[in-house]
């Protein structure tokens, strides 16, 4: 996938660097939704930010950077699918 067909949420990022965006885009296609997916930081976003969509995507986007950072770009994905 070109990092062009990125959504443009994610290439409009302040947070996410061009780097990132290759490897989000280094995927065959956009993941889907993991229904399953558990991540307790993810919880705590939703839980403090979620009067403010605008700084809860920066966070969002900012815990992205992190696991994109460790090379967990599956998790990445989850997170960053988590605003749809």
Known sequence: ???NHLP?????????S???LIQLANVNEIPMVNPSFEDERLKNIFQYFSTDPEEMETELHKYAE???DNGKVADAWQVLLSLV
Request: net charge negative; proline share 0%; no cysteine.
């Open 8 to 16: 443009a949420s994610i290439i409009n990022s302040k947070i996410l």
């Open 1 to 3: 996938m070109e990092a």
């Open 66 to 68: 992190e696991l994109l």
């Open 18 to 20: 061009s780097d990132h």
